[in-house]
């Protein structure tokens, strides 16, 4: 499940491919009771990443 991977690479520090599970799972999947909580997670993701940059 692309949840899951998604988490899963969070937990392993692993961004970009916790982002491209969570976009796949928005664009394959857009009916998915996981789609409001993959975009939250990816709109968080972006905003640490952002955050770290400075």
Same mark, same amino acid.
């Given at each position: +499940?692309?949840?899951? %991977?998604?988490?899963?690479? @969070?937990?392993?520090?692993?961004? !970009? @491919?916790? &982002? &491209? +599970?969570? &976009? %796949?799972?928005?664009? *394959?999947?857009? !009916?998915?009771?996981?789609?409001?909580?993959? %975009?939250?997670? @990816? %709109?968080?993701?972006?905003? *640490? @990443?952002? *955050?770290?940059? *400075?």
């Amino acid at each position: +499940m692309l949840w899951e %991977r998604g988490q899963g690479a @969070l937990k392993t520090e692993e961004y !970009d @491919l916790a &982002e &491209e +599970m969570f &976009e %796949r799972l928005i664009q *394959d999947y857009p !009916d998915s009771e996981y789609n409001e909580s993959a %975009r939250s997670a @990816l %709109r968080k993701l972006n905003e *640490d @990443l952002a *955050d770290g940059e *400075d």
